[in-house]
């Protein structure tokens, strides 16, 4: 059985959080969604081409806590746990960034990409983003909200573990010949 968390951020520039969605998945079933949002440590900057792609804009912020203030919500969520991200690089980095902004040290866990192991299930695709990957699966989400791309995320690791006829992360992990990345 599958257990971890997706997660995916949205961001007002670079690296930058100002949203964070995470899907939770135990037993291989999607058990709770969350969303947050963020006011960006950039405020009120927000990169004209990052409002244009997710829609958030800085009166959407102007009230909300900052990621210091809503660690303390966030982390049980991934200390000690599996993360999963499509191009986790992305989401991984705007996580160790904003940590050491605030000097928050960083959770004990592992994570794996999804865009990553998409590549490697289904080798010749033309494409390998999680939207087209959704949309080829019959998943239909709203792409570019947070808590949207964190359950899409976990549903495609469910698919690309169904097709490699896989149980479990170590068993995904073994056959892909692939590492759990640390955190």
């Keep these: 059985m599958f257990d971890f968390v997706a997660i995916d951020f949205e961001a007002a520039d670079a690296y930058i959080p100002c949203s964070l969605g995470i ?3 135990k037993d291989s079933e999607i058990v709770e969604r969350r969303h947050w949002l963020i006011k ?3 405020y009120p900057y927000f990169h004209f081409y990052a409002q ?3 829609g958030i804009h800085k009166e959407d912020v102007m009230n909300e806590p900052g990621f210091d203030v809503l660690w303390k919500e966030i982390k049980p969520y991934l200390e000690g746990r599996t993360i999963v991200a499509h191009n986790a690089s992305f989401d991984i ?3 160790r960034k904003t940590l050491k902004h605030y000097g928050i040290p960083k959770p004990e866990g ?3 990409c999804t865009y990553q ?5 289904w080798p ?3 494409k390998y983003s999680l939207d087209y990957l959704c949309e080829r699966g019959g998943y ?3 792409h570019h909200k947070a808590d949207a791309d964190a359950e899409a995320c976990a549903v495609l690791l469910l698919k690309e573990a169904e097709t490699l006829q896989v149980n479990n992360l170590e068993e995904l992990r073994k056959k892909l010949k692939t590492r759990l990345r640390k955190l």
Excluded: D
């Design 23 to 25: 899907a939770v998945v």
């Design 40 to 42: 960006p440590i950039c």
């Design 52 to 54: 244009k792609i997710h």
């Design 93 to 95: 980095n705007v996580l």
């Design 110 to 112: 592992r994570y794996l």
């Design 117 to 121: 192991i998409s590549r490697l299930v």
């Design 124 to 126: 010749s695709l033309p």
């Design 140 to 142: 239909v989400f709203e």
